[in-house]
């Protein structure tokens, strides 16, 4: 039993060195700190087993992680209307959003707000090419008939509804695809944070919002990104829908990021 053990660490410790070497210091702090079983998705994390979250989410979450794209429907129901819970709809704190640290790979987590017009940005999107996300591994190609590049730098929560710019813990990498597709807008997460953001400049109301970025194991790209969206003074905005990060003609290698034209 010893043996198997130390062997599966061993494979871990491998895996990630060949995958990203320069993280050699997050392992450490995993293996000495953190909850191994956790960070590699085999159980619920410390934030999983909070009471104040409902169970039905990371039920959903592990369901989507086996999911896969069929080719025609990029953007899956994952129920009709949001599933938040009383107190998480509550406006006691008022506006505000919080990012989950980057775990010992560097990934993103989930990122949460209860968005308002607070929040929204005054002034122009500064440049955030500072940051490059896990697996960023990006390329020229053609979409929609025109030259454009395979990744963007996503926002987990947009900048229109956010204002924040090169936050590492908010950018990951997403496809073009999933991230505005202009001749498919509602394939992508901009449909999704165009009604958001219209409905906060029309009512002033608040929006319960939540992004969960869907990896498998210690895949560096994300497989899809679970939006959840709820309008907290009325029922005109209620989605939970998952989007998956894929890319028209192209095979992803969601391990590091490389890619290649099918």
């Keep these: 039993m010893k043996k198997n053990k130390f062997l599966l660490v061993a494979s871990i410790f491998l895996v990630i060195l060949l995958v990203q070497p320069k993280n050699f210091h997050y392992l450490v702090s995993t293996f000495t700190q953190n909850d191994i079983k956790s960070q590699l998705n085999i159980t619920g994390s410390a934030e999983e087993k909070n009471v104040d979250i409902s169970s039905t989410y990371h039920s959903k979450n592990k369901e989507l992680k086996s999911k896969t794209y069929d080719g025609n429907h990029q953007v899956i129901k994952v129920n009709p209307t949001a599933q938040f819970t009383s107190s998480e709809l509550s406006l006691e704190a008022g506006s505000w959003k919080k990012f989950s640290n980057l775990d010992f790979l560097n990934r993103v987590g989930v990122a949460e707000?209860?968005?308002?017009?607070?929040?929204?940005?005054?002034?122009?999107?500064?440049?955030?090419?500072?940051?490059?996300?896990?697996?960023?591994?990006?390329?020229?190609?053609?979409?929609?008939?025109?030259?454009?590049?395979?990744?963007?730098?996503?926002?987990?929560?947009?900048?229109?509804?956010?204002?924040?710019?090169?936050?590492?813990?908010?950018?990951?990498?997403?496809?073009?695809?999933?991230?505005?597709?202009?001749?498919?807008?509602?394939?992508?997460?901009?449909?999704?944070?165009?009604?958001?953001?219209?409905?906060?400049?029309?009512?002033?109301?608040?929006?319960?919002?939540?992004?969960?970025?869907?990896?498998?194991?210690?895949?560096?790209?994300?497989?899809?990104?679970?939006?959840?969206?709820?309008?907290?003074?009325?029922?005109?905005?209620?989605?939970?829908?998952?989007?998956?990060?894929?890319?028209?003609?192209?095979?992803?290698?969601?391990?590091?990021?490389?890619?290649?034209k099918k």
Excluded at 120 to 148: A, H, L
Excluded at 214 to 224: A, K, P, T
């Design 113 to 260: 707000a209860m968005l308002s017009q607070d929040l929204m940005p005054t002034t122009e999107r500064e440049d955030i090419s500072s940051v490059k996300p896990t697996g960023w591994k990006n390329k020229k190609i053609e979409f929609n008939g025109q030259s454009d590049y395979l990744y963007n730098r996503s926002h987990l929560i947009g900048f229109q509804l956010s204002g924040e710019n090169a936050n590492s813990k908010n950018l990951f990498t997403g496809t073009r695809a999933l991230n505005a597709n202009t001749e498919d807008e509602q394939s992508s997460m901009l449909f999704y944070e165009n009604q958001i953001a219209s409905y906060i400049r029309k009512t002033n109301h608040h929006v319960r919002y939540r992004v969960t970025p869907i990896f498998r194991n210690v895949e560096l790209v994300c497989r899809g990104v679970r939006l959840e969206a709820q309008s907290v003074e009325d029922d005109a905005i209620s989605f939970d829908v998952y989007v998956f990060n894929i890319q028209p003609g192209y095979e992803l290698n969601y391990l590091t990021g490389t890619s290649h």
